[in-house]
């Protein structure tokens, strides 16, 4: 046979194995049912928040494994954004025109401020994973979930006034959550004093010597670890008679055992609780625990409120969009309900010191 | 007040530390080296790393942890700076070049180390000593004393030692310096390492006084050159001055205004001595330089 023939017969053969494969993906004519539920799941493997990615990993696959179980096969594509923004952008990109998801989970702040605008006419349901209120604003098919810091700042402030704290201050992150916390505080607290900073400052001896001057008995944090281990260290230091009041996921072991006699009288909210059964299914399948249990029961109870609407619903999304919206409640880390597209919590509130109260 | 001033000075002294090295290469080569915030992280997390980890004691690890900074400050030079200016490069390409230092640099600490805030433990935290009605405490103390020693050193140093004297004739005319027998390029490889020294003392200090990030030594940059630039930048003495100022001005008017505009005052003072004072307070105002 002529060379040249061959080849145009080679090409011919295998580009029709191309178009009938993918004919054959398109109508789900392959054995073994249906296709996939795709999941975008846009986190950080690599980057400062190396270690609550992997556990969000631990919770998504978890899901997948149950969802399997229950005929509801679903695939989850992963990418590692490093906490920047950019490239959390060029990932959903990716991820929607390459991979064609059918949803996306988004974590972190930085990730869902950048890749929220982007997906404002985008026809894929989104979850942003962040204190941020904002990301849901651009589109119908968006949700948040995360704690509300508005809500927890304000039982803050309310078991401060409980104690008889007359005023309590805010050291505000300059960053969305940190504004949501202060205006939770002043539900309680309306003339509570305020002291701004941007992420990365190391040295509050300015900001709490003039909260303290101004007559505050407690001071409101959230931020980061880092930002508790500077304040708390002045606290010290300067020997200030201010209470510290936070959230638990960033008043950590660390800062509680180097700062026990601090956080004493002080009050910290997070997550009411992780289920047990939750925790020993992590236990069943990976044989230890993820570095945090939120980011990884977060994670396992929204891949499967997103696989079930999408399933319940044929991939059609507004009606995906509706059911996700009545999901119902689950205990695993204490869903109540979406309002308005935002998830709501049981929200814990401990001592200072991580007791429960 | 007399707490705000404190916390000033303190701020100060360590915007000093980093301000010191900064001004040192920049007198003597001429351009803005920007790496030398990420050297000061390097010195950092050196001590960390031989001190927390390798469990090391202090005295020991300080040394290794200078030693490190000054070999990267060093290597920076030799590998990167020194080639580009055999090619002709101009202060502006040794400035992005600085840049891309700095980031590489804390990419690579951010690999080896983690992005977890890293806590030096040499002292335990406790409440300062009283002074007057301030509180402050030994490590604020030795910060405030080391860049007081550094002050009058590096004056004595630039003025009375040889390599001083070699430093100040290279950055004043280094075909003249040539001429006189002054190797041009093993002035520069000693001022990256004296430089470098410096910053590993600062990040040593800053590390023991707040925690470890990987991108802390950009914040401290940028601090260290608005003091120097407020200062005088070819001016070490100059430069540490600057900064003791911009320490003290953005604690007291942290005091005053929101504290959210505390970077803004660094960067006002920036613009109004660039407009009016570009050389700083003790900068010179020589004509045109080679």
């Known amino acids: 046979m002529d060379l040249k023939v061959a080849g145009i017969v080679l090409a011919v053969v295998v580009a029709l194995g191309v178009v009938l494969s993918g004919a054959f993906e398109l109508t789900g004519a392959v054995a073994g049912g249906p296709l996939p539920v795709k999941i975008g799941v846009v986190t950080d493997f690599t980057g400062p928040a190396a270690s609550w990615g992997e556990s969000t990993r631990m919770g998504a696959e978890l899901a997948v494994a149950e969802l399997e179980g229950n005929g509801m096969p679903v695939e989850l594509v992963f990418e590692d954004y490093k906490l920047e923004s950019r490239l959390a952008v060029t990932s959903v990109q990716k991820l929607v025109e390459v991979d064609g998801v059918d949803a996306l989970y988004v974590e972190f702040n930085p990730g869902s401020l ?16 962040a204190a941020a209120e904002s990301p849901i604003d651009y589109s119908q098919l968006s949700f948040k979930t995360y704690l509300d810091y508005r809500a927890g700042c304000r039982q803050l402030a309310q078991h401060f006034k409980a104690d008889g704290v007359k005023s309590v201050g805010v050291l505000k992150a300059n960053i969305e959550f940190g504004e949501l916390c202060l205006q939770g505080v002043r539900e309680i607290y309306p003339d509570a004093p305020v002291q701004s900073y941007d ?71 997070g997550f ?34 997103i696989a079930r609407a999408l399933y319940a619903c044929g991939r059609e999304v507004e009606c995906a969009v509706e059911k996700l919206s009545e999901s119902p409640a689950d205990a695993t880390i204490g869903f109540k309900r979406f309002e308005g597209r935002a998830a709501v919590f049981d929200i814990g509130i401990t001592s200072g010191l991580g007791v429960a109260k | 007040m007399l707490q705000i001033l404190l916390n000033g000075i303190i701020a100060g002294a360590i915007y000093a530390l980093v301000a010191a090295g900064f001004a040192l290469v920049y007198s003597t080569a001429r351009f803005v080296h920007f790496a030398h915030g990420a050297i000061v992280a390097g010195g950092a997390y050196a001590l960390f790393f031989f001190f927390e980890r390798l469990a090391i004691g202090f005295w020991p690890a300080a040394v290794l942890a200078i030693a490190v900074a000054a070999l990267l400050g060093w290597v920076c030079n030799e590998l990167v700076y020194k080639p580009l200016r055999h ?55 030795v910060i405030v004393v080391v860049a007081a020693l550094l002050l009058v050193g590096l004056h004595a140093f630039m003025s009375f030692t040889r390599l001083g004297r070699s430093l100040r004739a290279v950055a004043s005319n280094k075909v003249v310096a040539q001429i006189r027998g002054i190797s041009v390029e093993a002035t520069y490889a000693k001022a990256f390492l004296l430089a470098s020294a410096i910053a590993g003392v600062a ?6 006084e707040y925690n470890l990030e990987p991108t802390m030594g950009t914040s401290l940059v940028i601090k260290g ?14 430069a540490i001055l600057g900064a003791l100022l911009l320490g003290v001005a953005e604690n007291v008017a942290a005091w005053y205004l929101p504290s959210g505009y505390k970077d803004a005052v660094a960067f006002v003072l920036l613009f109004l001595f660039l407009l009016f004072k570009p050389n700083g307070i003790m900068g010179s105002n020589k004509g045109a330089r080679k």
């Open chain 1, 199 to 269: 992420l990365g400052e190391a040295d509050f001896s300015t900001p709490l010597a003039r909260l303290l001057a101004s007559g505050t008995g407690a001071v409101v944090q959230v931020g980061f670890e880092s930002d508790a281990l500077n304040s708390l260290r002045v606290i010290r230091e300067k020997n200030l008679a201010l209470r510290y009041g936070s959230s638990d996921d960033v008043v950590t072991q660390r800062v509680r055992e180097e700062y026990a006699s601090e956080l004493k009288g002080g009050w910290l909210f």
């Open chain 1, 114 to 129: 950048a890749v929220a605008p982007a997906m404002a006419d985008s026809r894929i349901i989104s979850m942003f994973d």
């Open chain 2, 87 to 141: 090619r002709g490069a101009t202060p502006l390409i040794l400035l992005l070049a600085g840049f891309a230092l700095l980031v590489l640099i804390e990419s690579l600490l951010l690999l080896i180390f983690g992005a977890d805030v890293k806590v030096i433990r040499v002292l335990p935290v406790e409440r300062g000593m009283d002074f007057f009605g301030a509180i402050i405490t030994p490590l604020q103390v």
């Open chain 2, 225 to 238: 050159f608005t003091g120097a630039i407020v200062g005088g930048v070819d001016s070490v003495p100059g």
């Open chain 1, 272 to 305: 009411a609780s992780v289920s047990p059964e939750f925790k020993q299914e992590i236990w069943a399948k990976y044989g230890r625990e993820p570095f945090n249990y939120y980011g990884a029961a977060l994670a396992y109870t929204h891949v499967k409120q």
């Open chain 2, 203 to 208: 990040g040593i200090l800053v590390g023991m």
